[in-house]
């Protein structure tokens, strides 16, 4: 799509102000459970029935008297309803998308239908967070859904954007081959971060502390009912359910999981490495990836520093982000090439 109107603008720039926004839900979303404030408003979507954090006496005094098992921690309450307010923010804005892209033939109609879908779901699964007191199935399922936000407002980008990459140098079948590569890696990527997911979810993160796998013998404590997506009943699920060998299970499997996904990425970035039109890509990846083992390894031999366990979110949201743009550019690129060639297949056809 070629912007060349003041309405065009407006929308690209609506698009590209959310997707900035939705990068600061999910960052705020991890902070917001890093630092244990996923509870810190024991009621969705107020905080202790108020529209803001409690703060006069009687407020306090109110908010107690309601939740007199769940005291008060202004700090966290706070954490968790500015990471609410910004989401809301972006839900509007989502919204607004939707609106500007009906109202004009030429905006793409699928993508905002499907941001407007997974905002309401990912809604409904914040407010699941918190009267299922941080069930991790919920908790997982949350944090899929801010990264298919995320993701989506950045495809509608690059379908707005006005230079799309020239691929007519690369040929189809290459084409075809890059698209199902790229393809395996955006599933392969993905299902990393749902076993870091997991793993948060489930407090597994600190469980094994030393390198390549883990100081106990996890081939024992094996156990694959530690991906049991449904989990007993318990009154909070905060700190972690499962025993010792379920975690450990769990967070071996995410650093396995890391070293296929290195490889996959690898791959990927040096199919692109060969396509000089592609090349960009490729550093890119090899950048964001290197950032990703740096970060997760510092987790590790640091004990989970808050700034880089949000930063070891983000940068998994940039390695999605940079196979979902991939993956669209060649995608794009053997449609277009495909289409070129149809006129002449049909004249050898009718010659």
């Known amino acids: 799509m070629i912007i060349n109107n003041n309405n065009d603008r407006y929308f690209f720039y609506l698009v590209s102000f959310s997707f900035v926004l939705s990068l600061a839900v999910v960052a705020l979303g991890a902070f917001t459970r890093l630092t244990e404030a996923g509870l810190g408003c024991p009621d969705w979507p107020g905080c202790y029935g108020f529209l803001t954090v409690p703060q006069t006496a009687l407020e306090q005094q109110t908010a107690a008297e ?40 030429s905006q ?70 890059l698209r199902i590569a790229a393809i395996i890696s955006v599933i392969v990527v993905i299902l990393q971060i ?67 996904t290195t490889v996959v990425v690898l791959a990927m970035a040096w199919l692109c490495w060969r396509q000089p039109v592609l090349r960009r890509y490729s550093w890119g990846l090899v950048l964001l990836l290197t950032l990703q083992i740096a970060l997760g390894v510092t987790n590790v031999v640091a004990s989970l520093p808050l700034a880089v366990a949000v930063a070891h979110n983000v940068t998994g949201l940039g390695l999605l982000v940079a196979m979902v743009t991939i993956s669209y550019r060649v995608g794009v690129g053997s449609r277009h090439s495909r289409e070129a060639e149809q006129p002449l297949r049909e004249e050898q056809s009718h010659g």
């Open 194 to 260: 749902a076993l870091g997911g997991w793993t948060a979810a489930n407090y597994a993160a600190l469980v094994c502390s030393q390198l390549p796998l883990c100081e106990a013998n996890w081939q024992q404590l094996f156990d694959v009912k530690a991906f049991l997506l449904i989990q007993p009943q318990h009154d909070s699920y905060q700190y972690g359910v499962l025993d010792y060998g379920l975690r450990v299970s769990i967070h071996v499997v995410h650093r396995i999981g890391a070293m296929i």
């Open 66 to 105: 309601f939740f007199p098992h769940t005291p008060l921690e202004p700090q966290k309450a706070w954490n968790e309803m500015l990471h609410r307010y910004i989401a809301g923010t972006l839900g509007l804005f989502v919204l607004a998308i939707n609106l500007m892209a009906w109202r004009q033939v």
């Open 108 to 177: 793409p109609k699928l993508v905002p239908i499907l941001l407007l879908i997974m905002v309401t779901i990912q809604a409904v699964l914040g407010m699941w967070t918190v009267t299922l007191v941080l069930m991790p199935v919920v908790v997982m399922a949350h944090l899929l859904g801010g990264f298919t936000i995320v993701s989506l407002l950045w495809l509608l980008r690059l379908q707005l954007q006005a230079t799309p990459v020239d691929m007519t140098q690369i040929g189809i079948k290459t084409l075809s081959r």
